[in-house]
Structures are given as structure tokens and as C-alpha cells.
């Protein structure tokens, strides 16, 4: 069982920055990879980005390259998604996913996940 809370979601301007943090329960956090997705209302969860264990490899939407960073420190069994020149489509509550299995960008291939945090972009 893997427990997952979300933080660090609020409003900012579009251009501006934000960080979610992810925070793990559990002593085998290295051993999943892990994932950020978002949602709207009435629409479907859309995959962000995701992590490998031990970090290996990254994957990340479209439409978030180059702007988005996710990154892990199994030290702190957390995980982060550093948003840069945010824009307003990028409202959304933001996920935190886990998974023991391979990647996959559907979330219903996701075992485990947060609350979410509601991130606001203005224009």
C-alpha cells in the first residue's frame, strides 16, 4: 500500500512558476514509478509526466515539454513537478500517481493516488 498527498497547487499568473510535491508513505517508495496527471470537470484525466524508479528515465505530455520537470528523491520518498511559463489551459487539480508496472500513459494503469491539488492559471 502506498499512500500519496499532494501540495504546492495554487494561482499564479500565466508565465509563472509553481511546484507540486508529492510525499510517499511506505518503505518501498523507490521501487515505483511515479506520475502526474490532471483533470478538469467533465473531462478526462490527461497523463503530465512520469518517473522511472531510480529515476532512469522521464516521460512527459506534449504539451507540457520543455516546460515541465518532474523529478524524484527516494530520500525523502517525494516526488516533484516543477511548472515553469505556465499557461491558463494548464489549470487543472494535478495527481499524484504510483505504479509497480510498466509505463503507461492511461491512468487507469495507475494502482495508487493523491487527493490532488488545484492548480490556477490567469491570463
Known amino acids: 500500500q502506498v499512500q500519496l498527498v499532494e501540495s504546492g497547487g495554487g494561482l499564479v499568473q500565466a508565465g509563472g512558476s509553481l511546484r507540486l510535491s508529492c510525499a510517499a508513505s511506505g518503505r518501498t517508495f523507490s521501487t515505483y514509478r511515479m506520475g502526474w496527471f490532471r483533470q478538469n470537470p467533465g473531462k478526462e484525466r490527461e497523463f503530465v509526466a512520469a518517473?522511472?524508479?531510480?529515476?532512469?528515465?522521464?516521460r512527459y505530455a506534449d504539451s507540457v515539454k520543455g516546460r515541465f520537470t518532474i523529478s524524484r528523491v527516494d530520500a525523502k520518498n517525494t516526488v516533484y513537478l516543477q511548472m515553469n511559463s505556465l499557461k491558463p489551459e494548464d489549470t487543472a487539480v494535478y495527481y499524484c500517481?504510483?505504479?509497480?508496472?510498466?509505463?503507461?500513459?492511461?491512468?487507469?494503469?495507475?494502482?495508487?493516488w493523491g487527493q490532488g491539488t488545484q492548480v490556477t492559471v490567469s491570463s
Open positions: 500517481a504510483a505504479t509497480q508496472a510498466s509505463y503507461s500513459d492511461r491512468g487507469g494503469a495507475w494502482d495508487y
Open positions: 518517473i522511472s524508479w531510480a529515476a532512469y528515465t522521464t
